[in-house]
């Protein structure tokens, strides 16, 4: 049976599609694990003696301090994975302990491990990790699949035209690493992926899809309890007040039973809740020469932090406000209501990372930008065309 030409076009579109999106996805996750390396750094001391203990060798053996130790979905889901591997394996497989003279990095990560010296992994530490870390590793590459096609999916949902629905989530991407900046972590990715999903499982599934992802959510990352908020008017859009009142109730009640149980569980380790940085903030955001004197290295090039983009994505916003989807602009009202207040109080200065859960208002914004380009470019076109002199 020969395909027509309108088909073989269409398959060449999806694959072209499943590539492009793949290489940015990945090109996007290994732009933060070359900067950062998945948290794997040693203890930070401040000027007054305090220590985070945030290392996700801590986070993984669960001895970090809180609120980092609560972060559990990666780490609880590695160390099952290694401890599987470990029964399944024969002991004469197994390299012995002590012999870790000259040994050959054969894991996914090992090469990273013994090769970043911020990291202070020795070769007998590579050994012990390397498998949980090969875990967490495919964990943040699934999650930066999931991020894009997500997006791609509530672009779609929200009839955004193709083109924007295409590129907006592969500029994003691109653009994570930059807002990856000050710190970044191995759940942070998949933290967004979980923001992502929730969105699109609201638009697109029964209301009752959002309990499981808000148990895994929660699980990574204790940020997703004050996340179920900003779904509201996303609920309020498809169903009737009164049911996306008690739908929103109840996916909160279960995401506050995984919020503290997790907290029971590591109770006794060092640190709060939360960490307060108001006056942190202040003074970095009002010291202007610290915005271009703190630089880091993104793809590989020296370059300033984020904070030099934010007066960028705030024109981007404003652009993007007019044309963006009414019910996304109060899930946006929403998320900035709760997001910015805390990431002036409780998150590290500097840290655009912290802003995750206005990434999908962003994400619409770039993708409202782009639509309103395009459109205006099809016009002055147009209007060339039509004034053009017949040829003769």
């Not at 088909?7 to 999806?14: D, E, G, L, P």
């Not at 900003?230 to 109730?249: D, F, H």
Request: contains cysteine; charged residues 15%; glycine residues 4%.
């Amino acid at each position: 049976m020969l395909i027509t030409s309108k088909q073989a076009t269409k398959v060449y579109n999806i694959a072209a599609h499943v590539v492009v999106y793949c290489a940015i996805a990945f090109a996007s996750i290994e732009g933060t694990v070359n900067k950062y390396h998945l948290g794997l750094h040693k203890d930070l001391e401040t000027s007054n003696g305090t220590i985070y203990h945030n290392d996700l060798r801590e986070i993984v053996d669960g001895t970090a301090a809180r609120p980092f130790v609560y972060r559990r979905l990666l780490a609880d889901t590695a160390n099952t994975a290694d401890h599987i591997v470990d029964r399944a394996v024969p002991n004469s497989w197994k390299q012995a302990p002590s012999d870790v003279e000259g040994i050959e990095p054969h894991t996914l990560l090992h090469s990273y491990i013994l090769h970043y010296p911020i990291a202070d992994f020795d070769t007998n530490t590579a050994l012990k990790y390397g498998i949980r870390y090969d875990v967490i590793y495919a964990m943040n590459l699934l999650s930066s699949l999931i991020i894009i096609w997500s997006m791609y999916g509530i672009c779609t949902k929200l009839h955004i035209p193709k083109v924007s629905a295409i590129c907006a989530p592969g500029i994003f991407m691109l653009l994570l690493p930059y807002l990856e900046s000050g710190g970044g972590y191995a759940y942070d990715y998949p933290e967004i992926a979980f923001f992502c999903v929730a969105i699109y499982a609201v638009i697109s599934f029964k209301w009752w899809v959002l309990i499981p992802i808000a148990i895994l959510g929660t699980w990574n990352k204790e940020s997703f309890l004050l996340f179920i908020p900003t779904l509201y008017p996303v609920l309020q859009a498809k169903y009737s007040s009164r049911i996306s009142r008690v739908a929103t109730c109840l996916v909160c009640l279960a995401s506050l039973i995984v919020y503290v149980w997790v907290k029971r569980e590591f109770s006794a380790c060092p640190g709060g809740t939360v960490e307060f940085h108001l006056f942190d903030q202040i003074r970095y955001g009002l010291y202007l020469p610290m915005w271009i004197a703190r630089w880091e290295f993104t793809y590989g090039v020296p370059l300033c932090r984020s904070y030099l983009m934010v007066p960028f994505l705030i024109w981007t916003a404003v652009r993007g406000w007019r044309v963006m989807p009414d019910v996304m602009k109060l899930h946006t009202k929403y998320a900035a209501i709760i997001n910015i207040p805390l990431f002036v109080l409780f998150c590290g200065p500097g840290e655009l990372r912290n802003l995750s859960m206005l990434f999908v208002p962003l994400l619409l914004f770039i993708a409202s930008n782009i639509t309103m380009s395009v459109t205006s470019t099809f016009r002055n076109t147009s209007c060339d065309l039509d004034e053009a002199t017949p040829v003769q």
